[in-house]
């Protein structure tokens, strides 16, 4: 099942509604009311396996699609409790022994959805922005301590994420060690819905793509993770508790990392899950040069020596 | 006036909101229906200059709740986030001024006063060690804060305690072990801004099972208060609720132990009493 939160040209509040092949079923006459949109959700994870999968489902089959052009999709999630983001964990074609894993929080204000703007800031310390297209796990809890064997027991379901990332030196997160570069408003772009568990059978195979102004940057799949999904909920589960409507996010193929800036419209596809596009705006207006990131700790060396030979001696292997 | 979230036994439920006063808590009556604890103290800080003449008169003269016959329990119970600054403080600290940065944690963090701190159970070579610092609760939503306007951020202060884990110079999971339930305590009361005069007039001082460890002025920060709020709000919108922890001195520090008992004082604003214990569990990122 795909579960969106929308809202209509004439009806400005946020509603829950499936997604089903001619379009979205507005379901808010079976979901039980909420405080906030990302309440309504909650309501949705804890109350699914508890017979409201059976409601939804009627009532998606019994209602009225509308078209999706007919509607605006919000953030599924609109404001996690927590956004737990792998740092790294894709092997990218490296030799090496897999790093430790390791983790950090992003500012779970910074969420916006599909069609809605990234926006650069005001801000001139960090020198580039960058887009990173992530696999998101969508948490059923509280889970405290969750071995890797019984990791379906905290996974309510998959949705997209976008890690905008703010860069220092290189592609290095600006802010070292606290990884603020990824916290700036509006960093955290999540959907365009949620595709339940049952509907994925192995999170580690889902092909990911991303294109920048239908250019495509990330083309991967999630097999390449150093540490796989089961570890991530074990290793996450260990230091925090995990709640409904919490997100963990499995880093990206940085092969594919490039520049977001203004006036692009950037767009995620998970195969299986779906497809979102937003638009990018800066008030400063600044520019890079567009495509795959090609600077000296590039892990793309295939891409810097076919485009920028020249450049091809000073690639450095890079262990974090 | 200071504002506490206490629970007194035997009843049970969710935490209520009160006022402290020298008789001891005076309870609020500002539970609404559905609202959780959090969203009672959001409402309130949205409607604050209308309520104050009420509160303030339950704190002259309400009925009081003795305090040994009450539990508080953290004054922010459920931040919609944790912000930390790494500003310092010392003499030396605005001299040697660095590039300002912030870290996160969530409310699986908070704790309030009497609470236990559970470290990870990381073992060798890991140490961890609480940095007291001045908490800011925020009035939002709060974003492109001039310094000189940054009173306007806040709705009042508390004391804290960022329990920062050490052990990991290469891949820096320091910062995510960090981020662990119950290392983020904080309390033991809201102290409304109107109540400090000079907040950089306050002195921060911590101890840890009776030892004297930080000791520190807020007028001698690498970066100011202000200066603090106009950053933490240049890179993201800070809202209603949510706490900014001000940084801490380098100076004071010490590796936290099993069984010890942590205090942080801000003259003015409180006193926050926790104690340690070992998490008898393996923790991620121990490996």
Known sequence: ?320 | VKLVFFESPPQSGPASLGVLTGRGVVPVDAAQAGLTPQETLERLIEAFDERRPHLEALAATGQALPLDQVRLCAPVPWPGKLVYTTAVYGREARAQQQQLLMTLKSAESVIGPGETVRLPDVGEPWQFVPQAALGLVIRGPAKDVAAADWQRAVFGYTCMIDVMARGDQQFGRDFWLAKADTLGPLGPCIVTADEIADPSALRVRSWQSGQPAQDFLISEASHTLGEQIEFATTVLTLRTGDVLACGTAAEGQRPLHEGEQVRVEIEGVGELDVSVARLRQPVGGAR
Not at chain 1, 95 to 114: I, S
């Open chain 1, 1 to 320: 099942m795909k579960l969106a939160l929308f809202s209509t040209p004439d009806q400005d509040d946020v509603r829950p509604g499936v997604v089903v092949d001619d379009g979205i079923v507005d379901v808010s006459g079976v979901v039980p009311s909420a405080t906030s949109p990302q309440r309504t959700m909650e309501t949705i994870i804890d109350g699914f396996e508890g017979g409201l999968r059976q409601d939804l489902q009627r009532a998606s089959r019994e209602g009225q699609p509308v078209p999706l052009a007919n509607v605006r999709l919000r953030a599924p999630l609109p404001r996690p409790g927590k956004v737990m983001c792998c740092i790294a964990n894709y092997w990218e074609h490296a030799q090496r022994e897999a790093r430790p894993l390791n983790m950090f929080l992003k500012n779970p204000d910074a969420v916006v959805g599909p069609g809605d703007t990234i926006r650069l800031p005001n801000y001139t310390v960090p020198w580039m922005f960058m887009h990173e297209a992530e696999l998101g796990i969508v948490l059923k809890g509280p889970a405290r301590m969750v071995s890797q064997s019984d990791w379906r027991s905290a996974v309510f379901g998959y949705t997209g994420m976008m890690d905008i990332t703010g860069r220092g030196e290189g592609r290095s997160t600006w802010g070292r060690g606290t990884w603020l570069g990824k916290s700036f408003d509006t960093f955290l772009p999540i959907g365009p819905y949620i595709t339940t568990a049952d509907e994925i059978q192995e999170p580690n195979d889902l092909w990911v793509q991303f294109w920048n102004n239908g250019q495509l940057r990330h083309n991967y799949n999630t097999d390449d993770m150093e540490h796989r999904v089961p570890e991530l909920i074990e290793f996450a589960s260990r230091t925090l508790t995990l709640r409904s409507g919490d997100l963990i996010c499995c880093g990206t193929n940085h092969e594919g990392l490039g520049p977001v800036q203004d006036g692009e419209t950037v767009e995620l596809l998970i195969h299986g899950i779906g497809r979102m596009a937003l638009h990018v705006e800066d008030p400063l207006k600044r520019t890079w040069e567009r495509g795959i990131y090609m600077g000296q700790d590039s892990v793309n060396h295939e891409a810097v020596r076919r485009n920028k030979p020249q450049e091809a001696h000073l690639l450095r292997e890079t262990t974090a």
